[in-house]
């Protein structure tokens, strides 16, 4: 079994949901493929890069996989789940809105820079709509160092960037819920 590290994100509806609505359904997928799935909170934190757009919601989810599940598998379902939920890469702006969005920040301890897939992810350090997630996770886990990798990116974040402007909407014991 590996472990894999996921970053969610949503900003906009899709089919009549809502951006809330559509990360319940993408955990609900996410679970049929996780051994021990574990889902932090959901935030509400300001768009990254291409600031002119809605807020987005995010969370990460923990969770392992069989062995016989590679890197490249993984990028396929949540491809897969990601169109399901109305993403459209083809349309899209680079960094826009966008109705799902699910990266793999990590996957067991494979190190991965391919032109279609890089692990860990790139700028998972600099983003801390997934770094505060992740450390909520990772708390139970027996990665122990990289939760102290991320806490101590997540300070040097703290003292550049608005920290306050990211708040929990849906804690994590009611994002379990949405699993079973």
């Known amino acids: 079994m590996r472990r894999v590290l996921f970053g969610l994100g949503s900003n906009k ?3 009549n949901k809502t951006p809330l609505q559509l990360l ?19 935030y509400k934190t300001k768009a990254m890069y291409v600031e002119n757009q809605n807020d987005f919601f995010n969370m990460c989810v923990l969770g392992f ?18 169109k399901e939920h109305g993403r459209n890469r083809e349309k899209e702006i680079r960094f ?8 793999i920040e990590l996957f067991g301890d494979e190190k991965i820079n391919h032109p279609i897939l890089q692990i860990p992810h790139p700028r998972v350090l600099e983003r801390m709509f997934v770094l505060i997630p992740a ?8 990665d122990e160092f990289i939760r102290e990798e991320y806490i101590k990116n997540l300070e040097k974040l ?10 929990m909407v849906l804690p994590s014991q009611a994002v379990q819920e949405w699993s079973k």
Request: aromatic share 8%; glycine share 4%; with cysteine.
């Open 13 to 15: 509806s899709f089919d």
């Open 24 to 42: 319940e359904s993408a955990c609900v997928n996410l679970s049929g493929y996780l051994v021990k799935p574990s889902f932090s909170s959901v």
């Open 65 to 82: 996989v069989t062995d016989d599940l590679s890197a490249f598998d993984l990028l396929k379902i949540t491809q897969k789940i990601e």
């Open 96 to 103: 826009g809105s966008r109705s799902l969005d699910i990266d």
């Open 135 to 142: 450390i909520e996770v990772l708390k139970d886990s027996a």
């Open 158 to 167: 703290k003292k550049t960037e608005d920290f306050e402007s990211i708040k």
